[in-house]
């Protein structure tokens, strides 16, 4: 599974930002994707994921409120709504995708794509 995310850029805080991850498998929709984040100087933490059916989604608690994870399984893609941009929000965000959602989120993720890198001014 090829992952491509975009959609990151300079903000202020206080802004909007909608992350893209388009997927190259035709059996998406089958699959759990995430959202992690990495910040200059710190570990890859985990942000958000959705299941892939009936939609369940999962949130860092620091996010809750301010990010929005979707997906449009017609378009292989995932989204990530970031409202409300805080400086410490500043990192790359991968996407990546895995059969299974179990703890850490991160060990169940079997593909990662390149990051896009999100960049919040005060």
């Known amino acids: 599974v090829q992952l491509q995310a975009s959609g990151g850029g300079s903000v202020q805080a206080g802004g909007s930002l909608r992350l893209s991850c388009a997927a190259s498998?035709?059996?998406?929709?089958?699959?759990?994707m995430g959202w992690f984040r990495q910040a200059p100087g710190n570990e890859r933490e985990f942000v958000a994921a959705?299941?892939?059916?009936?939609?369940?989604?999962y949130y860092e608690d620091s996010v809750k409120g301010r990010f929005t994870i979707s997906r449009e399984n017609a378009k292989n893609t995932v989204y990530l709504q970031i409202d409300r941009l805080k400086p410490e929000d500043t990192a790359v965000y991968y996407c990546?995708?895995?059969?299974?959602?179990?703890?850490?989120?991160?060990?169940?993720?079997?593909?990662w794509g390149k990051g896009t890198l999100v960049t919040v001014s005060s």
């Open positions: 959705i299941r892939c059916c009936g939609g369940s989604t």
């Open positions: 990546a995708a895995g059969a299974r959602l179990f703890r850490p989120y991160d060990t169940s993720m079997s593909y």
């Open positions: 498998e035709r059996k998406f929709s089958t699959y759990v």
